[in-house]
């Protein structure tokens, strides 16, 4: 059974397009013959019926020439004007053709894109999800274990004794919950906007990787949720992308906001990624598609000193903060 979208598909809806062209045009081009065939028919006609009046009425052959030439030139303009008409046609059935070409070619290169997006997100998510659940059991459960075996152990003279140990034990097991809940989403990200939380990403990231990162900001105020999260999102996926690949031992990120713009900069000094950019990773498809959605542009330029430089650039929606403190101005009564 042919589903709706199978029916409306690219090529199906291409190919209907084409074959609506090609009889236009035959259409065309059988009215150009036909009404050339029935002038031309009226044309002889009419000059078999002026002819036999001149004739009859005694005229020369003179006035017979001149009609001729001049049905002629007639027909001679009209097979110019009819050709004109029909090169004009197949012209623009043809840039129709290719234009539609184009655009569902586009079409399909979104989807596909779209699609690579899905993947991603999807994998992500499991990795994540991998990530915590082995975080859980390995980490925060033997930690729990170990503590309530030791607790179950201990005399309450011996517990007083190793109380230190204890509570050193549940420090760490905290230390661990406060990792597995920056892992699905920085605190810090909705407590104090995309600024405290990029500083965050960058110091993280730094201690994790060994590698030397420089950040300037000249906006501390808060921009809409959803902004925030995929430009977030994005600084830390391309930071991901210099650990990874990129070889680098510095990188710069930047956050600027002028002129109702938001820009997010990370510049590194590794190899560069010429292979990537000829075949996009689902990295860069991914940060593409968080730009997109928040109405902006990503670029990934090479750098002439070396490296990469990934550049989002997206409407600035800073959010207004609610005065709650007004007094009430209105006499007490």
Not at 1 to 30: E, I, K
Not at 31 to 40: C, F, K, N, T
Not at 81 to 93: E, F, K, R
Request: proline fraction near 3%.
């Amino acid at each position: 059974m042919t589903t709706p979208a199978a029916f409306f598909s690219p090529r199906r809806v291409l190919r209907g397009l084409t074959t609506g062209f090609a009889l236009v045009v035959l259409l065309l081009v059988a009215a150009v013959y036909v009404g050339y065939q029935g002038s031309r028919s009226i044309h002889d006609d009419a000059r078999e019926l002026v002819r036999e009046h001149l004739l009859t009425s005694g005229r020369g052959a003179e006035l017979e020439r001149s009609i001729e030439q001049r049905s002629k030139s007639l027909l001679d303009d009209l097979e110019m004007v009819l050709g004109l008409c029909l090169v004009i046609a197949m012209t623009s059935a043809a840039a129709a053709i290719w234009t539609t070409q184009r655009a569902f070619q586009r079409l399909e290169w979104h989807a596909a894109e779209l699609s690579r997006v899905s993947w991603h997100m999807l994998q992500d998510q499991e990795m994540t999800a991998r990530r915590f659940s082995h975080e859980m059991h390995d980490e925060l459960g033997q930690t729990l274990t170990g503590l309530r075996g030791m607790l179950k152990q201990l005399s309450p003279e011996a517990f007083e004794a190793r109380r230190q140990e204890c509570v050193g034990i549940l420090d760490e097991a905290l230390t661990g919950v406060r990792e597995l809940s920056q892992l699905l989403r920085p605190v810090i990200l909705d407590d104090f906007g995309l600024d405290a939380g990029l500083r965050w990403l960058v110091h993280r990231f730094a201690e994790r990787t060994g590698i030397l990162v420089r950040y300037e900001s000249n906006f501390e105020g808060r921009l809409v949720e959803e902004d925030e999260t995929h430009l977030f999102r994005i600084a830390q996926e391309a930071l991901t992308n210099v650990a990874r690949h990129a070889r680098a031992t510095e990188a710069d990120v930047r956050l600027r906001v002028s002129d109702d713009v938001v820009t997010l900069t990370i510049a590194d000094n590794g190899r560069g990624l010429p292979i990537a950019i000829r075949k996009p990773s689902l990295g860069m498809v991914g940060m593409r598609a968080r730009a997109r959605h928040i109405g902006g542009e990503f670029e990934v330029t090479a750098r002439p000193e070396g490296g990469l430089l990934l550049s989002v650039s997206a409407p600035a929606r800073p959010v207004v903060p609610e005065d709650n403190d007004q007094e009430d101005t209105n006499p007490a009564g």
